[in-house]
C-alpha cells in the first residue's frame, strides 16, 4: 500500500521559514513528487516538484527564489525549504507522487498524502 505522509507545517509569522517533509512508503511507479496546496475557497495549485531521477525542479511563479525542495538520496523522502513567507503562502500543503508529464499540473497525480497545514500571520 502507497503511503505518503507529511509533516513540518505550523504557524509562523509573515518573513520565517518552515521546513516540511514527506515520507513514501509502499511499491510505485513515479517520475515526479512534490508539494501542491489549497487555501480556503481555491483550487489546488502546484507549488514545487522534483523529478525522482534527475533531481530537476518545478517551481511555481509565485514560490520561485522563496521556496526550495529536494529529496534524499534513497528517494524516498521529499522536503520544501519555505522561507521569506508570506501571508498568501497559508494553505493546506499535500504531498503527492506519480507517473507525469506536466510536473505541476494536480490532476497528473496518482498518490497523495492527507496534508499539513501551514499558516502565516501578517
Known amino acids: 500500500q502507497v503511503q505518503l505522509v507529511e509533516s513540518g507545517g505550523g504557524s509562523v509569522q509573515a518573513g520565517g521559514s518552515l521546513r516540511l517533509s514527506c515520507a513514501s512508503s509502499g511499491v510505485f511507479l513515479r517520475t515526479h513528487m512534490g508539494w501542491f496546496r489549497q487555501a480556503p475557497g481555491k483550487e489546488r495549485e502546484g507549488v514545487a516538484v522534483?523529478?525522482?531521477?534527475?533531481?530537476?525542479?518545478y517551481y511555481s511563479d509565485s514560490v520561485k527564489g522563496r521556496f526550495t525542495i529536494s529529496q534524499d538520496n534513497a528517494k524516498s523522502t521529499v522536503s520544501l525549504q519555505m522561507n521569506s513567507l508570506k501571508p498568501e503562502d497559508t494553505a493546506m500543503y499535500f504531498c503527492?507522487?506519480?507517473?507525469?508529464?506536466?510536473?505541476?499540473?494536480?490532476?497528473?497525480?496518482?498518490?497523495w498524502g492527507q496534508g499539513t497545514q501551514v499558516t502565516v500571520s501578517s
Open positions: 503527492a507522487a506519480g507517473v507525469v508529464l506536466r510536473p505541476l499540473e494536480k490532476s497528473e497525480y496518482d498518490y
Open positions: 522534483v523529478n525522482s531521477r534527475d533531481g530537476s525542479a
